[in-house]
């Protein structure tokens, strides 16, 4: 068996190698980049300084520095009213000019007087004549000096980098109007098992079966990394079905993630199907165990350019597994860095069970109540039902030199 860090390195080595093979890319407005999520292909450059020009950074009035000689307080008529957005002018000698916070600012030798250091009320009063300072401040204080946050041709945002609101802003602020991004990813998850029933059938179970909790709960989780399109399908356990199914699919997909049919059972059928000889030119797959409870068999590997990530039939091992692995890897086929497992300190609420030579990752429910709490819920490969509400995995480590759980907070992966 290999160690859960072992398997989750191969598995984003091979998603890095087909990530590097990624070069489709489309040209979008900023807005639709963001609102999907997208990953940028390419450096993005400021066409605009940031500011675009001098500003004021309060609600006062400029004046002259070289008219505020003296002591306080001093009396200037006021000669303009620039509001945010209005033409600039100039202030004459022994003047002031009403501005707001963002007016234009022209000139030099010109401070600005925060209303508060006037005479005049803040609020919305018409323009004064006349003001009268009774604290000066230093020259050019108060002014957002042209291009002092961004330069023109600045390098804003990096390739690589995921399109979030932040990001956005800073794009539209500094004049981008379209960014080429990697094409969304394209991913098909496939369920196998006689004995599934669909969501419209629940409710009138045949005999032996159950519900397909794992094709909404995968396809659920790869919406939840905002960086995929996803696709389900579900075939029998007959081989032939299954073959001809995957092999379709990964003509389309830049990621399949199959769920079951990859242990020691007569029916097994992904296993079986992608380690048969007549699919080995095409693909490149690797069957095992990791020790882990719950998911300890694993799979993955490559049909032609598309990854494959075989997960164990359990909801609960299937949940486990896709956090610990497939997430990370939908990261790095997206275009993004890779990054480590996260981990916060949180007092365990509750018993936890004692590994014994493999790690044990415990769903659980994180919250923060004074300090971090992770309560783990009722355990088991196939406890569906305990999996409401769940937030993060206690990890109680076999390997004796770390003694102690590890909680991981889930939906890490969010950019």
């Known amino acids: ?8 390195a191969s598995c984003l080595a091979v998603a890095d190698t087909i990530a590097r093979t990624r070069t489709a890319t489309t040209t979008v407005d900023p807005r639709h980049a963001a609102a999907t999520h997208a990953v940028l292909a390419h450096d993005v450059y400021a066409h605009l300084p940031v500011p675009p020009m001098d500003n004021s950074a309060m609600d006062g009035f400029a004046v002259r520095v070289c008219d505020l000689q003296g002591n306080e307080p001093w009396a200037f008529p006021v000669v303009g009213d620039v509001p945010a957005g ?6 004459p000698p022994k003047s002031a000019v009403r501005v707001m916070t963002g007016s234009e600012v022209i000139g030099d030798g010109i401070t600005i007087i925060p209303v508060e250091n006037t005479n005049i009320p803040a609020g919305p009063f018409p323009c004064p004549t006349e003001i009268i300072v009774t604290q000066a401040v230093a020259e050019k204080r108060h002014i957002r000096h042209k291009g002092e ?3 023109q041709g600045d390098c804003i945002a990096r390739a690589g980098q995921s399109v979030d609101a932040g990001t956005l802003a800073a794009m539209v602020s500094c004049g981008v109007r379209s960014v080429e991004i990697l094409n969304r990813l394209r991913v098909t998850v496939i369920t196998t098992g006689d004995e599934l029933t669909d969501l419209e059938s629940s409710h009138n179970l045949r005999q032996a079966h159950i519900p397909d909790s794992n094709s909404p709960m995968i396809a659920q989780l790869v919406n939840d990394t905002q960086l995929a399109d996803v696709h389900v399908v579900r075939v029998s356990d007959h081989s032939d079905s299954f073959i001809n199914t995957i092999m379709s699919v990964a003509e389309t997909s830049d990621l399949i993630i199959t769920t079951g049919g990859i242990s020691a059972g007569a029916f097994d059928v992904v296993k079986e199907g992608l380690s048969a000889a007549e699919t080995q030119q095409a693909s490149h797959m690797w069957f ?3 020790a882990m409870q719950p998911g300890k068999p694993q799979g993955y590997g490559t049909i032609g350019n598309t990854m494959v990530a075989c997960l164990p039939g359990n909801p609960v091992s299937a949940f486990v597994s896709f956090h610990l692995f497939v ?3 939908i990261r790095v086929l997206a275009g993004l860095p890779p990054q480590q497992l996260p981990s916060v300190e949180a007092n365990i609420c509750g018993s936890l069970p004692t590994p014994k030579g493999r790690d044990i990752f415990v769903p659980a429910v994180l919250r923060y109540v004074d300090a971090w709490q992770a309560t783990p819920v009722p355990f088991g490969s196939h406890f569906v039902g305990s999996l409401a509400g769940v937030n993060a995995l206690v990890q109680c480590p076999a390997d ?3 003694p102690e759980p590890v909680v991981i907070p889930l939906n890490f992966y969010k950019d």
């Open 1 to 8: 068996m290999i160690s859960p860090l072992e398997y989750r």
């Open 86 to 91: 209005a033409s600039p002018m100039e202030v």
């Open 149 to 151: 946050n961004v330069q």
């Open 288 to 290: 095992g165990k990791v």
């Open 327 to 329: 997430s990370p890897a």
């Open 400 to 402: 004796d030199k770390t």
